[in-house]
Structure formats: C-alpha cells, structure tokens
C-alpha cells in the first residue's frame, strides 16, 4: 500500500545521559532504522512482530530519523505476554512521541494496549480516545477484573499532524495522564491492583478492534516500579536513554 510522504526536515537526534532507572525499563522503542523496515527493535531485546501496513518510516521523526508509521485497521506491532506488563497495584509510567493524523471524532486510536477486547481480558489500554469530551483527550483505561474499564483522561487534546509527548503514570495512590507535561484530573487508584491479562501487547491498536492508530509513534517506553512524573514537566527533549552501566 503506498502512502503519501512528507519531505519535510527531519528532527535532529541529541546525545542523552544513562538511564538512572534503566532496570525498570521494560520496553523501549526508538523507531529507528531503515525507511520501509518491519524489523522494530527493543532496546531491552523484547522482540515485536510487525503486522499489516506498519512500518519504520524517515519521513517523520521526532528523533532519530525515523519513526513508526501505523495505518489504522489491523496495523500494529505485537510481542507475548510477560509478567513484565502486570503493573498490579505498583507505580509505572508508559509514554512516547505521538503524531496523530486521524479525526478524533470518528474513531479511538489505540497507543498500546493489552486486552482481548473492550470487556474481555483488559489489564490496560492508553489511546486518544473518541468518547471523551471533547473528543481526541489522551485516555489510560485499566480493569481490576478483566471487563470492567476505569479511566482518567489528559486536560487537553494532541494537534492532528504534529508531535505530542503522551504520559501515563501511577504514582502511589494516583493515576495521571500527560499531555506534553500538563497532567489531567487524577484518578485516585487506592487499593487497585491492575488485571493480569494473558493477551500479547499491542503498540497501534487496541485488542479486539480494527480501532488502530492512524499517524506516527516515536520513542515509546514502558517502566515498571517507577513513577517517572509526579507533577506538571517539561517533556523531553532527546532520545530516551538506554542502560546506566
């Protein structure tokens, strides 16, 4: 399937320090590589199988170079699931670099998620969501059972064609989502303890929908254990950096 290009000028990569908590990090993406690749790398050695239209594309890049393209439909990236993605009832942060192309007024657009379906086997799913007022907020859904979704949405909406910085964390009793650094209303989360889903995870679309997500990722990672923002931040601005040692 060919797609429109855009030649615009790339984002410049910036040498970042170690990561201080890179023995949280349970998965990091730069989107790295060659234009039109399959192959995306985890700089924690996850292995993802690409699926349908996505693809590593040069075009746009927040940093890098490149970034991940995804085309809606069944276009995502795929990996098994591990106990590394049972968040429980511990701190995390899950974030990237979003470039979203699709109306938030007609679909919900997955990030990454970990379900069978809406009500079925959903520990987490993060997406730009349709349903939220106004449409396009960024949304974290977690279930305690599996079916039942509880949300907490960002205090804005991402501009179509241009990049965010996208952020969910939990902090201790607290559950909040970012929107390039400015967090929405909390979600208290005393005593919740996060299903533990048996499904793959999926970066680009939400399991058990064809609700992909329509646009560019960049620099997605996942830390357990550690509650990266717990206030209002500058989002960042370099690559997210690798192991300490």
């Known amino acids: 399937m060919m ?12 040498k970042a320090p170690a990561d201080p908590f890179w023995a949280n990090v349970v998965s990091l993406l730069h989107f790295d590589g ?3 690749s399959t192959d995306f790398i985890d700089e924690t050695g996850r292995i993802w199988t690409a699926v ?27 990996t098994p699931d591990s106990d590394d993605f049972d968040f429980g009832a511990g701190d995390f942060t899950i974030e990237a670099w979003i470039r979203p192309t699709e109306n938030f007024a007609l679909n919900s657009t997955f990030i990454i998620s970990q ?19 106004p449409a396009g907020k960024i949304r974290f859904i977690y ?4 079916s039942t979704s509880v949300s907490a949405d960002s205090a804005d909406i991402p501009l179509a064609e241009q990049w965010s910085h996208v952020a969910a964390v939990r902090s201790g009793n607290s559950l909040t989502v970012y929107l390039n650094g400015v967090g929405g209303v909390p979600r208290d989360v005393t005593g919740v303890t996060f299903h533990n ?10 399991g058990g929908v064809r609700e992909g997500f329509t646009g560019h990722i960049d620099e997605l990672r996942v830390t357990k254990g550690v509650a990266r923002y717990t206030a209002d931040f500058t989002p960042p601005d370099a690559p997210f950096p690798g192991d300490a040692s």
Not at 52 to 78: E, L, P
Not at 118 to 126: L, N
Not at 197 to 206: K, Q, Y
Request: net charge negative; charged share 15%; proline share 3%.
């Open 3 to 14: 797609l429109p290009l855009n030649h615009g000028v790339m984002a410049a990569s910036v």
């Open 197 to 206: 889903s048996s499904e793959s995870v999926l970066i680009g679309r939400g």
């Open 143 to 146: 279930t305690t059972d599996g």
């Open 115 to 133: 379900r069978a379906s809406f009500s079925s086997d959903q520990s987490f799913s993060f997406l730009i969501s349709q349903t939220s007022s």
């Open 34 to 36: 060659p234009d039109d």
């Open 52 to 78: 349908n239209f996505c693809r590593i594309d040069t075009a746009y890049a927040r940093f890098g170079g490149a970034s991940g393209h995804f085309d809606f439909a069944d276009s995502n990236i795929s």
